[in-house]
């Protein structure tokens, strides 16, 4: 129906804009990934595998790996254990009110995630707000030091970051959900809890799924909340990368590190497609 | 005239059958808007009892308080000796088959069938025996793997009375389960579901706004009108019948006759005959069927007999009958149905019995 | 599907934890933008319990502050760019996707997608490796490319969505009543996707203001916003961060409230974010 011209005039623009800026850099990240750099701070293209025995042989980058998808890990109960109930409660309870909840629980999405996380830093500091409340209500002596430069607080403000992001897809799927089978479960003789389980909860996997995932691997990928609040024992993987981009000057490996990061990502998006796929019933 | 506090009931005929379950005085308010005004209704045990009204009529909102999703205003519920209104749905010996049937679509149709069992006791040994008959006995038994996405519509709702019946309720509640069929199937599942409900044996109350439909499948009809009960008869006598000008106006076609009665003659535009009805104003109802052609030229006025010479203006072709529109001499137009036949005549000579002429209460307009 | 508001029903009476958790919940989601708040007016500095010494004197400071504003316009030339390159690309994108058919379909929506849900030091890192090797310098314009390649997801995930609810019979009358492609895309397509691209526009705006990962990498001289604050905060937290993210906030509401405006008046409620997410990882 649509002309050849109109087909082209398209596709051609954003496609060209795609490969230029998005096939090609990440084409140049592996190229990177493969050569070394020299004493003398310069790149050089030697084409050698030595990046990738480097970060298999020297444990700080698995291990960084390892906690960051820990930490990751963390984030996405936390943020599906506070969202999920959350949502449930707005579909199924909120009643005419369910709009202006729901625009509640947006709005802190649309604040500077900078902002955020700077907030919890002032709250959880050793002379932050959390603290010398403590101290004020007599409930401790001394500051608590766990609560800032830790992976909690890493895990902390990630989870707050994220809550609202798990929270969509869910209350999506959960909004989806015929309320005539609902009646229809309980019409067969199934409590409110035997309606839960066998009927509204799988059919809000795949929400579940996509809001955890999402999660999961943006905090993977995170180095703002680590820097501000993770301290020495809070370091991600993404921190190390920006330190090889930066002061410890070594692309190549930082580009090796990059790649493993969108090999994994992409695996984990496919996996979980294959799995919403599975568990979608339209 | 005054509104109708008690609907037109006509007695049980069989004096034996005992009710099943007892509607009494319920009323249901949303907000602002009067649903149902004072329902009161006895469900005998086995019969089919169909709950018809035009949209808005509150026979949805009523089977739902039946069912147990909506509570009433006020009013009761009694079901074999027990309360029901205080009980949740899923503690009432009650099943319904939904609209647009709400098949579980996560699980197979078996799964479906099964679910009803499975939440009550989940470790019974012959839940698989009884999906199995519910199943034979819907026909669907080739499909039992299959997910409701995969069958059709028609397939759905047979899955879904199975879902129903096999949880062996005492009452089924059908609400609309045909509308969403095409013309053929839906005629042919209205043979099936009635004698569907014959070998079931228990009480099926289904809500429709086919008037046709309630027609051919009722033991007994009751039509709700804005919340309140017109009429609740068998369907020859509804039909035969009616106590209202709405009851005669909704179900199957009629001509509504405005007459005044003075010293036992009833006059209704040029016509007249004589009457045993009290003087005063009268509304009658007429069915087209009951207007005739003249036989030869039988001209002679018995009393139980009214002619009149009409023109016939339109013709609507029914197939086996037509439904003609005549114009009398006066202006008075009535509707007729006759056997299919070629051309007419303009004018011809028509008669009807005084007999079918009913008298039928005035339906006011309600708030 | 008309079944998925009941009203008047039934109501099993509510669970009280759930209750009880949602309102924890919303606590928990509004606590340190309320800290934020309160402490922006607090004389004795960010921390400390209770705040006292009500002051505006930090934001005496702020709007003195002439780094703190260019960085503002900065962040203000960058988002509308991004905005420009974002929709310039994004639409066309969508429209590719919902009509055209063409070799590697698939791989181009996925890809179109990716940096949706990658992390932005991907999308940052790689796009600074071209820079390096084009011997391009960084500077406000790289920032601008690095936003609008990112951000093309989200205008072509709302035209998109725009499209599939438009009515195709109405591009249909317009050719079979003479109108060419072009005008039919003018005259009857485009008004038509007023609103997703009016919503795009003020969501890719806020998302470029806050934006760091990507700008992070591509930065030169100039700051925007929050690199700006970034710096700071590297150096020392002072109550003036908490005015200016104050400010951010009261504009972040007033986006958010136009935003849910716009969505309210095209369809029911909105789910675009969530489009957002389940498209990102999906791929769909």
């Known amino acids: 129906m649509f002309s050849r011209a109109y087909r082209s005039s398209v596709t051609v623009p954003p496609l060209t804009w795609v490969v230029v800026f998005l096939v090609v850099p990440y084409f140049l990240m592996f190229c990177y990934s493969f050569w070394s750099v020299s004493q003398s701070q310069i790149i050089v293209h030697s084409w050698n595998l030595d990046n990738y025995r480097e970060l298999l042989r020297v444990p700080v980058y698995w291990q960084t790996l390892l906690r960051s998808m820990w930490i990751a890990a963390r984030v996405t109960l936390f943020s599906l254990v506070l969202g999920y109930p959350l949502a449930y409660f707005l579909s199924f309870y909120a009643g005419t009110r369910k709009d202006l909840y729901y625009q509640l629980v947006i709005i802190p999405l649309w604040v500077s995630y900078l902002v955020r996380a700077y907030a919890w830093k002032t709250i959880l500091g050793s002379e932050g707000v959390l603290n010398t409340l403590l101290q004020y209500l007599h409930l401790t002596k001394h500051p608590l030091e766990f609560l800032l430069y830790s992976p909690f607080a890493v895990v902390l403000t990630l989870t707050h970051i994220y809550t609202p992001f798990t929270f969509l897809p869910i209350y999506a799927a959960l909004e989806h959900i015929p309320r005539n089978l609902v009646e229809a479960s309980q019409d067969l003789g199934a409590s409110p809890q035997q309606t839960f389980w066998r009927v509204i909860f799988p059919l809000s996997i795949p929400g579940v799924l996509a809001g955890a995932t999402f999660a999961f691997v943006l905090s993977l990928g995170d180095f703002l909340a680590p820097a501000l609040l993770g301290g020495p024992s809070g370091i991600m993987i993404s921190n190390i990368v920006v330190s090889l981009f930066g002061a410890a000057y070594n692309w190549p490996l930082g580009a090796a590190i990059s790649l493993c990061m969108l090999v994994l990502v992409v695996s984990l998006l496919f996996v979980s497609e294959r799995l919403e796929k599975k568990w979608s019933f339209s | 005239m005054g509104t109708t506090t008690r609907p037109a009931e006509s007695e049980l005929t069989t004096p034996a059958i005992t009710s099943l379950l007892s509607v009494r005085n319920i009323a249901k308010t949303f907000g602002k808007n009067v649903v149902l005004r004072d329902i009161s209704l006895e469900v005998a045990e086995g019969e089919f009892l169909t709950i018809l009204g035009e949209s808005g009529s509150g026979k949805t909102t009523l089977l739902r308080i039946i069912a147990g999703f909506e509570s009433a205003t006020s009013g009761e519920l009694w079901m074999g000796g027990e309360h029901l209104d205080r009980l949740p749905p899923y503690k009432r010996r009650v099943n319904t088959v939904f609209q647009h049937y709400a098949l579980f679509p996560h699980l197979t149709v078996e799964e479906n069938v099964a679910y009803g069992l499975r939440v009550a006791r989940p470790a019974e040994a012959d839940i698989d025996s009884r999906v199995e008959q519910a199943l034979a006995r819907v026909k669907m038994t080739t499909h039992a793997k299959a997910k409701p996405s995969r069958i059709s519509g028609g397939q759905q709702q047979r899955v879904a009375l199975a879902r129903a019946l096999v949880k062996r309720p005492k009452m089924l509640l059908l609400d609309e389960p045909l509308s969403a069929l095409d013309a053929n199937l839906r005629r042919q599942m209205q043979l099936e579901l009635k004698s569907l409900q014959r070998e079931v044996g228990i009480s099926f109350v289904f809500v429709t706004h086919d008037q046709e439909e309630a027609m051919v499948m009722s033991d007994r009809i009751a039509l709700l009108r804005m919340g309140e009960l017109e009429q609740v008869a068998t369907p020859r006598e509804i039909y035969s019948r009616p106590a209202t000008a709405y009851t005669a106006q909704f179900i199957g076609h009629t001509n509504l006759l405005r007459g005044e009665v003075r010293s036992g003659i009833l006059r209704c535009n040029s016509l007249s005959w004589k009457t045993s009805l009290p003087d005063g104003s009268i509304l009658l109802s007429l069915r087209p069927e009951s207007i005739r052609l003249q036989r030869g030229a039988l001209k002679s006025f018995s009393d139980d007999t009214v002619a009149f010479r009409a023109k016939v203006k339109q013709k609507a072709f029914h197939g086996a009958t037509e439904l003609l529109q005549v114009e009398c001499t006066d202006g008075l137009t009535l509707s007729v149905r006759t056997a299919s036949q070629g051309e007419l005549r303009d004018e011809l000579e028509w008669e009807f019995q005084t007999r079918d002429a009913m008298p039928v209460r005035e339906s006011p307009e309600r708030l | ?284």
Request: proline residues 4%.
């Open chain 3, 1 to 284: 599907m008309e079944f998925l508001v009941s009203e008047g029903t039934r109501k099993d009476s509510q669970p009280n934890w759930l209750f009880a958790h949602a309102v924890a919940v919303f606590f928990f989601l509004y606590l340190p933008i309320a800290v934020l708040i309160v402490y922006s007016f607090n004389g004795s500095g960010v921390g400390g319990f209770p705040p006292r010494d009500l002051t505006l004197a930090w934001y005496r400071t702020l709007f003195a502050d002439s780094a703190i504003w260019e960085s503002v316009v900065n962040s203000l030339l960058v988002a509308a760019a991004a905005v420009v390159i974002a929709l310039g690309l994004g639409i066309p994108a969508a429209l590719a996707l919902d009509r055209a058919q063409f070799p590697g379909k698939a791989v181009f929506r996925r890809l179109v997608l990716l940096p949706l849900i990658l992390p932005g030091i991907i999308t940052g890192l790689s796009l600074l490796m071209l820079f390096a090797r084009s011997q391009i310098n960084l500077s406000l314009l790289t920032i601008v490319i690095g936003h609008g390649t990112a951000l093309i997801s989200v205008a072509t995930t709302e035209v998109f969505a725009g499209l599939q609810k438009f009515d195709r019979a109405q591009e249909e009358a317009s050719l079979d009543l003479g109108a060419n492609y072009w005008q039919t895309f003018w005259r009857v397509t485009l008004p038509n996707l007023k609103l997703s691209i009016i919503g795009a526009a003020l969501l890719i705006f806020t998302l470029s203001m806050d934006e760091i990962a990507v700008s992070f990498f591509l930065i030169g001289r100039d700051n925007t916003l929050p690199l700006e604050i970034w710096g700071r905060l590297r150096r020392g937290i002072t109550p003036e961060i908490n005015a200016i993210s104050t400010i951010i906030f009261g504009f972040s509401l007033v986006a958010i409230v136009l935003w849910y405006r716009l969505r309210a008046r095209g369809e029911g409620s909105s789910e675009i974010a969530t489009e957002l997410i389940e498209t990102a990882v999906q791929g769909d």
